[in-house]
């Protein structure tokens, strides 16, 4: 069987305050792009990992990357042998790992079926692993878990996605927010909240990254109709109306930098 790990991207990222717990209470709007990683999957004796692509010389350790995790929190009659292909940079913003988490899931489910805790499951591997099991867009609140649906009216919409090559920790930009509430994310359709909603870790990630500015400033001067960072950062993204002006606007991006032309799920 074989899976893609659809890119994930925040249309909108609203930071509310710093919980005890040491998270954060968030509310995003999440979205996801039409292209990502690719996970193959075989039947096996027992679980197994093989990772190649352009990204795979980033992952430390293969053996505990979440690929694996997700295998280990979902029960299933025999192993499974995977082939993840990396084409997702990492600590990019995206949610790499956790859209392969969630690509690993959706294969489960279409083996044998899910089981009825698998969203606390997900939320266990990390936030942002519930709504990449969605892949579809939705608000997410709390540390990002706690997801409603919402009518997608940007299905479709030319994306494009560039990093600068450079990783950034989340947990650094987190650190860096100045814990200031800007207030919630606005109310109407998905055009709506995300042309009037922010991402409050963009400043602390250009306080850590500054060539994100570069990125943005390279992707404003193209005809898009918006142009912003997704999550901590360092992948940033601008949405056209057809496909034509994301192409041209690729092409105009510094050779030395990743991107990825595609459109919304």
Known sequence: MIETAFAKINLALHVRRRRE?????????????????????????????????????????????????????????????????????????????SADAGALFRLVERSQG??????????????????????????????????????????GMACLLVNPHVPLSTASVFKAWDGVDHGPLPEGDLRTIMLEGRNDLEAPAL??????????????????????????GATCFALYDDAAQRDAAQAAMPAAWWTLAGALR
């Open 21 to 97: 717990d040491g998270y954060h209470e968030l509310e995003t709007l999440f979205a996801f792009v039409d292209a990502g990683d690719r996970l193959n999957v075989s039947r096996a004796e027992r679980d197994s990992l093989w990772v190649l692509g352009e990204f795979a010389g980033t992952l430390d350790n293969p053996f505990e990357n979440i690929v694996m995790q997700a295998l280990s929190a979902l029960p299933r009659a025999q192993g499974w042998a995977v082939t993840l292909e990396k084409n997702l940079p990492v600590a990019a913003g995206l949610g790499g790992g």
């Open 114 to 155: 899910l089981p009825d805790d698998w969203q606390t499951r997900a939320a266990k591997l990390g936030a942002d692993v519930p709504a990449c099991v969605l892949s579809r867009a939705c608000i997410g609140r709390g540390t990002g878990t706690e997801l409603t649906e919402v009518p997608n009216d940007l299905a």
């Open 207 to 232: 306080s850590l990254c500054p060539v994100i500015g570069d990125v943005l400033d390279a992707l404003s001067a193209t005809d898009a109709v918006l142009a912003r960072m997704s999550g901590s």
